[in-house]
């Protein structure tokens, strides 16, 4: 019992409530269907955790359910736009972020979604997430293999296989709330579990020579061996970049990225490392051809933020307007957008524009009370004064 509820550790909160629910509700399946029959339990078990979901949305962190239903929304719109195809493995983020700055672009910037809407990453629901980015057909695909996977679970609840059953439960209510897919560690073990408790009950039409299998298990372990050495060579490489980059060596932290790049340019931490690190060393025009190279898989506010600054100084005001107002739009709460605009519009002489901006900085609420927020209020309020 404990080992099932092992995956609640990395699930968040309130998923991983309704996990260990679902948990605890299969390890007595068995005993509950013996003495009340199967449909009442199933009816029974459904009631209950349609009323533990409203209360945990309506009374535990509901300023985040409301984040959540914003963000499930604008996740289902993306699907309804990309449903056929996808948006292509990996790339939610940016098509996602964008969506979202679409939105604020023609909404409120200080109503209660606004301050509550972030950079996104995740669907919140692995199904819609697989759907968005892999089309109808990979929604479908992995619809069904839940459903394969989920009968396994009951078919084999009062087995020696229970336990497996037991860690798989979780992880699909997981998948309801979260996003414990993106997980390599929960996706390893999730595969390895779904292997053992489907293994008896799905029948191939045509059965596969035992060469085939050692082959494919061989390679397969091949690749994994590869991948995970280029993955940790690369992460020995942005580590040895940053230590450079913070003994003030950043011709070489640069010289170490360029090394890492092909391999980590999905890797969100990675790519906003090496533009701030050229940013920095006044390479501008490499920032920018380096945005557009990760951009299609990785997109938040801070990278639109740097390359309106590098378009800024560049000069070309309409580029730099472009992402100065997307880093805005995908988190409408930031004050310092607001003054990054204001400024941006004095310097390029319209006064009007920029005592605007100065305005919504005022008007904003501010989300979290810090003396740099009172300070960027402060300095919008000088601009209004000095200015009338």
């Known amino acids: 019992m404990v080992i099932s509820f ?4 990395i699930l968040e909160s309130r998923a991983a409530l309704l996990a260990s629910l ?27 955790f349609i009323i533990f979901l409203v209360l945990f949305t309506s009374l535990i962190k509901t300023n ?19 449903w056929l195809t996808g948006v292509g493995i990996g790339r939610f983020n940016p098509n996602y972020n964008h969506l979202q700055a679409e939105y604020f672009s023609n909404n409120s910037l200080i109503n209660e979604e606004a301050m509550l809407a972030n950079d996104g990453y995740f669907a919140f629901n692995e199904w819609l997430h697989i759907g968005i980015e892999l089309g109808i057909a990979g929604l479908l695909v992995s619809l069904l293999t839940s459903y394969v996977v989920l009968k396994a679970c009951f078919k084999n609840a009062d087995t020696q296989k229970g336990w497996a059953g037991a860690m798989l439960i979780p992880v699909f209510v997981g998948c309801m709330f ?59 490489i942005l580590s040895k970049a940053k230590q450079s980059r913070k003994e003030g060596y950043k011709t070489e932290a640069i010289a170490l990225c360029e090394r890492a790049a092909p391999g980590l340019i999905k890797d969100y931490s990675f790519t906003i490392f090496y533009l701030e690190l050229l940013y920095e060393t006044n390479r501008l ?20 933020s740097k390359i309106a600054r590098c378009y800024d100084e560049l000069g070309n005001f309409k580029l730099a307007e472009e992402h100065y107002l997307e880093s805005l739009y995908i988190t409408p709460h930031l004050l310092q957008s607001r003054i990054d605009l204001m400024n941006f519009y004095h310097r390029f002489g319209y ?16 989300k979290i009370e810090t003396e740099r927020a009172y300070y960027l209020g402060k300095k919008a309020r000088e601009y209004l004064a000095a200015h009338q």
């Open 351 to 366: 006064t009007g524009k920029a005592k605007t901006w100065a305005k919504k900085t005022i008007e904003c609420p501010i």
């Open 22 to 48: 679902a948990g605890l509700f299969y390890i007595m399946y068995p005993a509950m269907i013996k003495r009340f029959g199967k449909r009442k339990v199933l009816v029974i078990a459904i009631l209950v």
């Open 285 to 304: 025009t490499g920032a920018i051809r380096w945005f557009n190279e990760f951009h299609p898989y990785h997109c938040n506010q801070t990278a639109h």
């Open 178 to 236: 979260s996003y414990p897919l993106h997980n390599l560690v929960i996706v390893g073990l999730t595969a390895f579990l779904t292997g053992y408790i489907t293994k008896d009950i799905v029948n191939l039409p045509v059965a596969i020579p035992g060469w085939l299998k050692t082959g494919f298990i061989s390679i397969s372990f091949l690749l994994f061996i590869i991948f995970s050495c280029q993955f940790f060579n690369n992460q020995r």
């Open 64 to 82: 985040s359910s409301v984040s959540r239903w914003f963000i499930l929304k604008n996740s289902v719109a993306l699907f309804k736009q990309n």
């Open 6 to 9: 092992g995956w609640i550790l």
